[in-house]
């Protein structure tokens, strides 16, 4: 079964400063991975994805994740971290064995301080 | 495109009442998927219809909780004889049927409080 582990709950950095949250996958089948952003009473927003090909993904908002197989790592990153930046994010990987169903990370929350 | 929806958007309900949540999903996406998030939790995979068909059940929480989607468009997640330990988020999502890399839009969840 596929599971996902992110690491640190909650991640502070200066407004300008690198963002990095970190994602770990397990999978019994080549994963399709994804990166989504939630805010406070909103519904998921999707960030980015990788499904095949290219291992760098780049998103919205200046989001960028690199699949590593050798890892089983999907880190999140940013160069310079925003204000509107601060929300919980979400790793997930796709389930084949619930049909497209994801299967998420419990979060990261991201936090930026000026 | 008016995106996924879902009403109502927050219920607040007796504990062992009936609650229903409903939602209609973009238009012409034949895949709709039910999760839970509580506090401080990712989403939880629920259950979810291709058309009107429930293509995967076993893990909705309890027999207390039942989803239909009748003529494959809008579907509702009904709740009975709820408990204070349902109270969270409860989001609705879907995805047409070629979607690249199975990617699937939410909705804005609806908020249960059971009191």
């Known amino acids: 079964a596929q599971s996902v582990t992110q690491l640190g709950s909650h991640v502070s950095v200066s407004e300008g400063a690198l963002v990095l949250l970190r994602c770990n996958y397990s999978s019994s089948v080549p994963p399709y991975l994804f990166w989504y952003v939630q805010y406070p009473n909103q519904g998921l927003q999707l960030l980015l994805k990788?499904?095949?090909?290219?291992?760098l993904v780049k998103g919205i908002n200046g989001f960028e994740a690199e699949f590593k197989k050798s890892e089983t790592s999907f880190h999140l990153t940013k160069p310079s971290a925003h204000m509107s930046d601060a929300a919980e994010y979400f790793c997930a990987v796709s389930d084949p064995q619930a049909g497209t169903a994801l299967i998420f990370g419990k979060g990261t929350t991201l936090s930026v301080s000026s | 495109d008016t995106g996924v929806s879902q009403n109502p958007r927050h219920k607040i309900t007796k504990r062992g009442q009936n609650v229903t949540f409903r939602c209609d999903p973009i238009s012409e996406h034949n895949r709709l998927y039910w999760y839970r998030q509580t506090l401080g939790q990712g989403p939880e995979f629920l259950t979810y219809?291709?058309?009107?068909?429930?293509?995967?059940k076993s893990r909705l929480l309890s027999d207390r909780f039942s989803a239909e989607r009748p003529k494959g468009s809008f579907s509702t997640l009904e709740i009975q004889r709820t408990e204070q330990g349902d109270s969270a988020m409860y989001l609705c999502a879907s995805s047409p049927r070629r979607s690249s890399g199975n990617t699937i839009y939410f909705g804005e969840g609806s908020w249960l409080t059971v009191v």
């Open positions: 990788y499904t095949t090909g290219a291992t």
């Open positions: 219809f291709q058309n009107e068909a429930q293509l995967e």
